[in-house]
């Protein structure tokens, strides 16, 4: 029996799983693959390893309301994880031990082509008609010349009157990003995700060079701290949250520093943001000038909340310590009544509210209050961005509760639940729309929004991809005053 058998391109064409290797793939399906029952998968429960589609085909753990009626094929929806490499790998150390001819050559993920560099896109022009520019893209080189296959996970600030735009670098494809050419689980050389970053002199018109800041990092969280003129971004890093700090506008960095050594165990090596942190105004009533980050520990279990008031010299964490429960990747936003607002994502813990979760601070963001749901913020199960401004407070995700498309941009005038003003914004009419951050800009009457597409689907990137592309777009205010 030739169970892994024959190479295709990038990829293999395996016949069905033995039978007694199924249990225990399955098994470890059941352990590492975290798909919960929400609302907006539909999901059944009971994981099964095939190798199948949805397109690139690849091995995955399969809920059964993917599956056809025998369990043998995908058929629809979202509820899966591609888990390739691992499968593989625990597929042919069955296929070994209990002695069933296999090929060997099929055991390890096809190695990619060599990544090229890819040129800029053409401009973007969104449905929205909204004036935009290309910031990442898959296949960029780096000033360092090494060339990322993906590129995700924005971050954007204003420091003075630069605009600092930061993302993943990464090695690998997936997770929302298929260029063409490449296999599902493909990776290049080098660390699975590199921290980088571009500037902007002018309002987000043009970019400099891709450069990285913190190699083996992600998650990035950046702030700006117009007290002490410095920028501090945070990364995910050794399994340990660390930050560097620029004092010269992203130009050079200090060496990566761990923040979370004094933190209990359960606390340590959060995922921050990612998207932006918060400095609270210089007027703010209880602690002017407090630098504040939010991240998640484990997938839906908890969001813990960190201060600083020395200047990110030192954090400690906020009450409740135990952290905010089912909650997932979030950010922070001080309110125009001087409250701070946490607005998280969350596998549509209340089951009638497909919504986004929020808590709120009265006392500059040392204890928060119980999770509460905003029935406005409607979502898929995505990261969103929320911005507050002199204009008002933003908010920007896909506008579904369901899949990662048509981006919304909405606006409040104090951020509470139930606020939004009836009039929204769509980004991207139809098309993929997935992670974002909100940020101010140099311009008056505009905020900027930084946003993850795929601008020619089919072309260079798959159509089933959400994130090969990040665009910066700059949203009027007056389309709400």
Same mark, same amino acid.
């Given at each position: 029996l030739q169970v892994l058998s024959q190479q295709d391109g990038f990829s293999t064409q395996p016949l069905p799983i033995p039978s007694v290797c199924a249990p225990a793939l399955n098994a470890w399906c059941a352990t590492n693959c975290p798909i919960e029952k929400e609302k907006n998968r539909d999901c059944k429960g009971g994981l099964t390893a095939l190798y199948s589609g949805p397109e690139p085909t690849m091995f995955r753990c399969y809920d059964a309301a993917t599956l056809n009626a025998n369990k043998s094929a995908y058929e629809k929806g979202l509820c899966y994880c591609s888990r390739d490499s691992d499968l593989r790998a625990l597929l042919c150390s069955c296929l070994q031990e209990h002695s069933i001819p296999h090929n060997q050559s099929s055991c390890q993920a096809p190695s990619p082509p060599t990544p090229q560099p890819q040129?800029?896109?053409?401009?973007?022009?969104?449905? @929205?008609? #909204? &004036?935009?520019?290309?910031?990442?893209? !898959?296949?960029?080189?780096?000033?360092?010349?090494?060339?990322?296959? $993906?590129?995700?996970?924005?971050? &954007?600030?204003?420091?003075?009157?630069?605009?600092?735009? %930061?993302?993943?670098?990464?090695?690998?494809?997936?997770?929302?990003?298929?260029?063409?050419?490449?296999?599902?689980?493909?990776?290049?050389?080098?660390?699975?995700?590199?921290?980088?970053?571009?500037?902007?002199?002018?309002?987000?018109?043009?970019?400099?060079?891709?450069?990285?800041v913190v190699n083996d990092a992600g998650q990035d969280t950046a702030v700006y701290d117009p007290i002490r003129q410095q920028v501090i971004l945070q990364v995910l890093h050794e399994n340990t949250n660390q930050q560097v700090v620029s004092h010269d506008l992203g130009l050079t960095?200090?060496?990566?520093?761990?923040?979370?050594?004094?933190?209990? =165990?359960?606390?340590?090596?959060?995922?921050?943001?990612?998207?932006?942190?918060?400095?609270?105004?210089?007027?703010?009533?209880? !602690?002017?000038?407090? &630098?504040? %980050?939010?991240?998640?520990?484990?997938?839906?279990?908890?969001?813990? &909340?960190?201060?600083?008031?020395?200047?990110?010299?030192?954090?400690?964490?906020?009450?409740p310590v135990t952290g905010l429960k089912k909650m997932d990747e979030a950010q922070l936003a001080e309110l125009p009544n001087g409250d701070l607002v946490a607005n998280m994502r969350n596998s549509h813990a209340n089951a009638s509210c497909p919504c986004r979760g929020v808590s709120f601070s009265k006392d500059g963001g040392s204890t928060w209050g119980e999770v509460q749901y905003d029935p406005q913020l409607i979502t898929p199960v995505c990261?969103?961005?929320?911005?507050?401004?002199?204009?008002?407070?933003?908010?920007?995700?896909?506008?579904?509760?369901?899949?990662?498309?048509?981006?919304?941009?909405?606006?409040?005038?104090?951020?509470?639940?139930?606020?939004?003003?009836?009039?929204?914004?769509?980004?991207?009419?139809?098309?993929?729309? =997935?992670?974002?951050?909100?940020?101010?800009?140099?311009?008056?009457?505009?905020?900027?929004? #930084?946003?993850?597409?795929?601008?020619?689907?089919?072309?260079? $990137?798959?159509?089933? @991809? @959400?994130?090969?592309?990040?665009? %910066?777009?700059?949203?009027?205010?007056? #389309?709400?005053?």
């Amino acid at each position: 029996l030739q169970v892994l058998s024959q190479q295709d391109g990038f990829s293999t064409q395996p016949l069905p799983i033995p039978s007694v290797c199924a249990p225990a793939l399955n098994a470890w399906c059941a352990t590492n693959c975290p798909i919960e029952k929400e609302k907006n998968r539909d999901c059944k429960g009971g994981l099964t390893a095939l190798y199948s589609g949805p397109e690139p085909t690849m091995f995955r753990c399969y809920d059964a309301a993917t599956l056809n009626a025998n369990k043998s094929a995908y058929e629809k929806g979202l509820c899966y994880c591609s888990r390739d490499s691992d499968l593989r790998a625990l597929l042919c150390s069955c296929l070994q031990e209990h002695s069933i001819p296999h090929n060997q050559s099929s055991c390890q993920a096809p190695s990619p082509p060599t990544p090229q560099p890819q040129p800029e896109p053409p401009t973007p022009k969104p449905p @929205s008609g #909204l &004036i935009s520019s290309n910031v990442f893209w !898959h296949g960029e080189m780096a000033s360092n010349g090494h060339v990322y296959v $993906c590129i995700r996970i924005p971050s &954007i600030i204003l420091a003075n009157d630069t605009l600092l735009a %930061f993302a993943e670098c990464r090695n690998s494809v997936g997770d929302g990003c298929y260029p063409v050419g490449y296999s599902s689980d493909a990776r290049s050389e080098g660390a699975y995700r590199d921290t980088c970053m571009k500037r902007s002199t002018d309002g987000g018109k043009t970019w400099g060079n891709l450069t990285v800041v913190v190699n083996d990092a992600g998650q990035d969280t950046a702030v700006y701290d117009p007290i002490r003129q410095q920028v501090i971004l945070q990364v995910l890093h050794e399994n340990t949250n660390q930050q560097v700090v620029s004092h010269d506008l992203g130009l050079t960095w200090t060496d990566p520093v761990s923040v979370d050594m004094q933190w209990p =165990a359960g606390a340590r090596g959060s995922e921050t943001g990612p998207g932006r942190g918060l400095v609270l105004s210089a007027n703010h009533p209880t !602690h002017p000038g407090r &630098i504040l %980050f939010i991240g998640h520990h484990g997938a839906y279990q908890e969001d813990f &909340i960190w201060y600083s008031d020395d200047g990110g010299k030192s954090y400690n964490l906020s009450e409740p310590v135990t952290g905010l429960k089912k909650m997932d990747e979030a950010q922070l936003a001080e309110l125009p009544n001087g409250d701070l607002v946490a607005n998280m994502r969350n596998s549509h813990a209340n089951a009638s509210c497909p919504c986004r979760g929020v808590s709120f601070s009265k006392d500059g963001g040392s204890t928060w209050g119980e999770v509460q749901y905003d029935p406005q913020l409607i979502t898929p199960v995505c990261m969103a961005s929320i911005l507050s401004t002199d204009d008002g407070v933003f908010f920007a995700n896909p506008g579904t509760t369901s899949g990662r498309v048509n981006g919304v941009v909405r606006h409040s005038s104090t951020g509470e639940i139930g606020s939004w003003d009836t009039k929204t914004l769509t980004v991207n009419q139809n098309g993929s729309y =997935a992670y974002s951050c909100l940020t101010e800009v140099p311009q008056q009457g505009y905020v900027g929004l #930084l946003w993850e597409t795929v601008l020619e689907p089919g072309k260079t $990137c798959t159509t089933h @991809s @959400s994130s090969c592309n990040i665009v %910066f777009s700059l949203v009027p205010t007056t #389309l709400w005053h």
